[in-house]
C-alpha cells in the first residue's frame, strides 16, 4: 500500500513557469485559490495550500501583481502551487490606492477574459511591463487606457479608429458605435443617436495609446474632453465586445470621490496628500 502511494506521488506530474498573481480568493480555510497568468501557459488556476499559516513559503507569491518562479503539481480541477520564489514583489503597487486600482484592471480583465491554458502571444511581457510602469508614472489612467488597448488590439478585438468601418473615410473622426465596432464618420453614423463623440485629436491620441510605447505616454497630454471620449468608449468596447464590467475600474473611478474622515490636525500628521491624476 505504502509502495503504491509512492509510485502516485512520484508520477505525479509537475512543471514550472514565471507569472504575476493577478486574484488571490479563499480556499479551504488557510489555503487560497490563485490565478496566475504566466510566460509559458498563460491563465494557471492553482490552489496553495497553508498560505494564512506564519512562515508560508508560499505566502510571498500569492500577494497580488508578485512576479514569481513557480512550481505546480498537476491535480483533478486545479493543479496546486508546491514551491515558489519572488522575483519582483511591485511594493510601491501596494503601497497606493491609486495604482493598487490600476494595476487591479489589468489583472482583472486578463482573469475574466482569458480561459486557462489561452496564452495570448507577448501579453506576459507588456503585462510585466505594465506593472513596473505603474510603480511610477505620473499618469497611471493614461497608462491602464493604454494597456485597456492594447490588450483589446492582440486579443483582436481592438475599436477601429483610423477610419470609418461604413464608408472608409480616414482620419476624420465621428461617433463610437460598439455594435460597429469602431468610430463612424458623422456621415455614416445612425440619426439622433447618443452614441459619444470621438474627435480627430481623441482618435490620434488613442492610437498614440495602443502603440504602448512608455516614453511617448509619459509624454502624452490628454485634455479633459478627450478623456471623457476614451473613458466611455474604452468602457463601452469592453463590455461589449468582451462582456465585462471592470469592478477595479468602478473602485478607482470612484477614489477621486472618496475623501478621508476628519480628525484632529496634527503638526507631524506623516500621510501624503492623495495627488494622482485620475
Ligand atoms: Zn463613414
Redesign the pocket.
Known amino acids: 500500500m505504502a509502495i503504491r502511494r509512492l509510485r502516485e506521488c512520484f508520477a505525479t506530474p509537475t512543471y514550472s513557469a514565471t507569472g504575476v498573481t493577478l486574484v488571490a480568493r479563499a480556499f479551504r480555510g488557510t489555503g487560497r485559490m490563485l490565478s496566475l497568468y504566466t510566460r509559458e501557459r498563460g491563465l494557471v488556476e492553482a490552489a496553495a495550500q497553508g498560505i494564512g499559516k506564519p512562515g508560508s513559503s508560499l505566502a510571498p507569491a500569492a500577494e497580488l501583481f508578485t512576479l514569481s518562479k513557480l512550481f505546480f503539481a498537476e491535480a483533478k480541477g486545479a493543479d496546486r502551487l508546491t514551491q515558489a520564489r519572488v522575483i519582483e514583489p511591485f511594493y510601491p503597487l501596494r503601497r497606493d490606492m491609486t495604482r493598487y486600482g490600476y494595476a487591479a484592471v489589468a489583472c482583472e480583465l486578463i482573469m475574466r477574459t482569458t480561459e486557462p491554458g489561452q496564452r495570448v502571444p507577448k501579453l506576459f511581457e507588456i503585462l510585466v511591463e505594465y506593472l513596473h510602469a505603474m510603480e511610477e508614472t505620473a499618469a497611471p489612467r493614461v497608462l491602464s487606457w493604454a494597456f485597456e488597448l492594447t490588450y483589446l488590439e492582440m486579443s483582436g478585438l481592438g475599436p477601429v479608429l483610423d477610419r470609418?468601418p461604413?464608408?472608409?473615410?480616414e482620419g476624420v473622426g465621428?461617433v463610437y458605435v460598439a455594435a460597429h465596432g469602431g468610430v463612424?464618420?458623422h456621415?455614416?453614423a445612425p440619426p439622433a443617436g447618443t452614441a459619444p463623440n470621438v474627435s480627430p485629436g481623441t482618435v490620434r491620441t488613442l492610437e498614440a495609446m495602443r502603440s504602448f510605447d512608455l516614453q511617448r505616454l509619459e509624454r502624452l497630454r490628454v485634455p479633459d474632453a478627450s478623456r471623457q471620449q476614451i473613458r466611455r468608449l474604452i468602457r463601452d468596447h469592453i463590455r461589449y465586445h468582451l462582456d465585462v464590467s471592470l469592478k477595479s475600474e468602478s473602485f478607482v473611478e470612484n477614489l477621486g470621490s472618496w475623501r478621508r474622515p476628519r480628525r484632529r490636525p496634527s503638526q507631524d500628521d506623516p500621510r501624503r496628500s492623495d495627488g494622482h491624476e485620475q
Open positions: 470609418c461604413q464608408c472608409g473615410r465621428g463612424i464618420c456621415d455614416c
